[in-house]
Nanobody, 122 residues
Framework: QDELVESGGGWGQAGGSLRLSCEASGVVLSNYFSNYYMSWYRQAPGKERELVAGITTTGGSTDYADSVKGRFTISRDNAEKTVALQMNSLNPEDTAVYYC???????????WGQGTQVTVSS
């Protein structure tokens, strides 16, 4: 069974840092991880899910929401089948459940992780 498992969420203080990680497993994701565009989304209470950051299959290009530019960094390790989100200069508005997403550029399949809670206190 293919799945994405996030880790690294928890509590952070305003101005602090947290690092999220997402590991892919399963026949499809493990063998074809490098064919998947990887993204991090987040959903705050009462709000719609929003794209936070994305990274191309080779890691050569990244994209960020305006609200996190200059503070968050997405990276991937295709050999380890992982994608990470380094979050610096946290603020309470970053409080949300963070989800990892894989989108197959050839298969057009989408996989979602179960989400990890990030709570930032002021």
């Amino acid at each position: 069974q293919d799945e994405l498992v996030e880790s690294g969420g928890g509590w952070g203080q305003a101005g602090g840092s947290l690092r999220l990680s997402c590991e892919a497993s399963g026949v499809v994701l493990s063998n074809y991880f490098s064919n998947y565009y990887m993204s991090w989304y987040r959903q705050a209470p009462g709000k719609e899910r929003e794209l936070v950051a994305g990274i191309t299959t080779t890691g050569g290009s990244t994209d960020y929401a305006d609200s996190v530019k200059g503070r968050f960094t997405i990276s991937r390790d295709n050999a380890e089948k992982t994608v990470a989100l380094q979050m610096n200069s946290l603020n309470p508005e970053d409080t949300a459940v963070y989800y990892c997403q894989a989108y197959g550029i050839n298969s057009r399949k989408t996989f979602w992780g179960q989400g990890t809670q990030v709570t930032v206190s002021s």
